[in-house]
């Protein structure tokens, strides 16, 4: 049977052409011009005319091209690489650069259509030398428009960021309680006791010890993971003293591999329990054959501020379709947890067959102090 592979992405839901492709800032820019020439003649009819004739046509479109190109070029490359990393001087400069270069190839405009038309400027536009044309009518037009631009992208993402993060403190809610109340059930909580207390007469070097991990496994889920974002070491932590209480209410018949990478890692911050849904969703679905070997490898790895997590276990045949649910959460709510804390920063690769489920999940990490920073500024 062919492996099953989940790739999710950030844009999963299909859109409307019109939408995807941004085809409706075309009429935009045409009304926005249109409206900037009646301001500047104080007559609609005789702009709607002045549009039907070839020099002034060739005049609008010239403001209409590059003056769109100008502005795409800020919103889409200038600011994400200048403005919002905090480059201000690199970022007026390229900016004030691009007004006077989009200004520029609009006053050419001027000369192209009059040499179109055969005429002079002055006999078409009323404007004898390029000096006047760029400052009276190119210049602001291109300012106006940049600034309009900017200021309805602005607009745009602080309202972005607001409902995201809105839905991020709601998810964050319904993921800790959906966790607590995984976490703290009777099955789990008596289980672990009944294991610690088996050991007490057998091992109680071995006893001593889990009862600690049971005592920081309870600390962490109820006081060490309240904020946004936490210590990548406190999760790793975390993780070690759960696999190893799970590793107790195993049979003789499960090997479980597990590879953390040890190095320091409290200058990286991490969400609470987002790896955690993948690890607990091994040891929760991973087979009980009594006749063959039942395994559960993990591994976690870190190569700078990428965070690469592989999570494997053996399956029967029939819990192919059960062990998409990961825990009771779902693939959706995983996702969707995932889009909202690590949007466009993560990568998911899931893989199920009859025998094996296999997660890998990569994460860009930010710096605690960093991420110290985003969360006082929300």
């Known amino acids: 049977m062919q492996p099953t592979m989940y790739a999710l992405s950030d844009n999963s839901v299909s859109q409307n052409w019109f939408f995807k492709y941004r085809i409706y800032h075309l009429p935009f820019w045409f009304l926005y011009h249109y409206l900037w020439w009646v301001v500047t003649l104080g007559n609609p009819l005789k702009v709607l005319q002045s549009m039907t004739v070839l020099p002034y046509a060739l005049k609008y479109s010239f403001y209409v091209i590059f003056q769109a190109m100008a502005v795409y070029f800020n919103l889409y490359f200038l600011m994400p690489r200048y403005l919002e990393k905090n480059r201000f001087a690199v970022y007026i400069s390229y900016l004030l650069f691009t007004i006077v270069i989009a200004t520029l190839c609009i006053v050419g405009g001027y000369y192209f259509s009059a040499y179109a038309s055969g005429q002079t400027i002055y006999n078409l536009f009323g404007e004898s030398a390029c000096f006047n044309t760029f400052f009276s009518n190119a210049l602001p037009s291109t ?168 999570v494997a276990n053996s399956l029967a045949a029939e819990q192919g379709n059960e062990v998409v649910k990961y825990g009771g959460i779902g693939l959706q709510n995983v996702q969707r947890r995932l889009d909202l804390l690590y949007a466009g920063q993560y990568s998911l690769t899931i893989q199920h067959d009859t025998t094996s489920f296999n997660v890998a999940l990569r994460l860009n990490l930010a710096e605690m102090s960093q991420a110290i920073r985003l969360q006082v500024a929300y």
Not at 148 to 169: D, G, H, P, V, Y
Not at 256 to 264: F, P, Q, R
Not at 268 to 273: N, R, S, T, V
Request: neutral net charge.
């Open 143 to 310: 300012v106006a428009s940049m600034t309009l631009a900017m200021s309805i992208k602005l607009t745009k993402n602080w309202i972005q960021t607001r409902q995201r993060q809105q839905l991020l403190e709601t998810e964050k809610l319904e993921t800790e309680l959906k966790f607590l109340r995984n976490q703290f059930n009777p099955h789990f909580l008596f289980n672990t006791i009944n294991s610690i207390f088996f050991l007490i007469h057998k091992n109680p070097d071995m006893a001593s010890d889990s009862l600690a991990k049971f005592s920081e496994l309870l600390r962490y889920q109820l006081y060490e993971c309240n904020d946004q974002q936490i210590p990548l070491g406190k999760e790793i932590s975390y993780l070690q003293n759960f696999i190893e209480l799970q590793k107790l209410r195993q049979s003789g018949n499960m090997e479980v591999t597990v590879d953390l990478d040890s190095t320091y890692t409290d200058h990286l911050a991490i969400a609470p329990f987002i790896v955690m849904t993948f690890v607990e969703n091994a040891f929760k679905h991973v087979s009980r054959h009594s006749d063959r070997a039942n395994w559960i490898r993990i591994q976690l790895i870190l190569d700078g501020s990428c965070l690469t997590l592989f």
